[in-house]
T-cell receptor, first 116, second 114 residues
Framework: AQSVTQLGSHVSVSEGALVLLRCNYSSSVPPYLFWYVQYPNQGLQLLLKYTSAATLVKGINGFEAEFKKSETSFHLTKPSAHMSDAAEYFCAVSDRGSSNTGKLIFGQGTTLQVKP | EAGVTQFPSHSVIEKGQTVTLRCDPISGHDNLYWYRRVMGKEIKFLLHFVKESKQDESGMPNNRFLAERTGGTYSTLKVQPAELEDSGVYFC????????????FGQGTRLTVV
């Protein structure tokens, strides 16, 4: 069965510092991988996705993530944090097999705090 | 183009009452998903519709939950009777195709059972 682990339920960085949010997955075959963000009082918004093209994926708002099959990881990074990046971030996987229904398996979420 | 819309945004009901949540997907999206996040836990899949048909309801907690999608358009999720453990945020998402396609999420319905 697929699973997703996000290391660290809370991450705090200073404005301008590197953002690194960790995500590891467990799957029998490399799945589709997604990062979603939830700002306060809003729904989930897609940041980026990996669907088997380039392993380094660039998303919105300066975020990017690298798919590393050998490490079963899909960590999210941003070189310089902005105050507006404060939100909760979710890593998710979706089966790419023939039985794929498109349902997402989510990690526990990581709340990013950005300090001035 | 309107996004995924969920009604109500908040609902507070007493244990034993009935609540119906509604989701209006993006027009033309055949795939509709319901998810739930219980406080302190991860977001969990409940069920998946393709048009009006249930494709996967493996995540539905028990038979107190009933989901419908009339005519393949909007969907409702009814909880009857509600229990305390049903409290959480219920998300709806829709997509044009399964798998690699992006799922667009609504803002969620926060359900509190007291």
């Amino acid at each position: 069965a697929q699973s997703v682990t996000q290391l660290g339920s809370h991450v705090s960085v200073s404005e301008g510092a590197l953002v690194l949010l960790r995500c590891n997955y467990s799957s029998s075959v490399p799945p589709y991988l997604f990062w979603y963000v939830q700002y306060p009082n809003q729904g989930l918004q897609l940041l980026l996705k990996y669907t088997s093209a380039a392993t380094l994926v660039k998303g919105i708002n300066g975020f990017e993530a690298e798919f590393k099959k050998s490490e079963t990881s899909f960590h999210l990074t941003k070189p310089s944090a902005h105050m507006s990046d404060a939100a909760e971030y979710f890593c998710a996987v979706s089966d790419r097999g023939s039985s794929n229904t498109g349902k997402l398996i989510f990690g526990q979420g990581t709340t990013l705090q950005v300090k001035p | 183009e309107a996004g995924v819309t969920q009604f109500p945004s908040h609902s507070v009901i007493e244990k034993g009452q009935t609540v119906t949540l509604r989701c209006d997907p993006i027009s033309g999206h055949d795939n509709l998903y319901w998810y739930r996040r219980v406080m302190g836990k991860e977001i969990k899949f409940l069920l998946h519709f393709v048009k009006e048909s249930k494709q996967d309801e493996s995540g539905m907690p028990n038979n107190r939950f009933l989901a419908e999608r009339t005519g393949g358009t909007y969907s409702t999720l009814k909880v009857q009777p509600a229990e305390l453990e049903d409290s959480g945020v219920y998300f709806c998402a829709s997509s044009q195709e399964r798998g690699r396609a992006e799922a667009f999420f609504g803002q969620g319905t926060r359900l509190t059972v007291v």
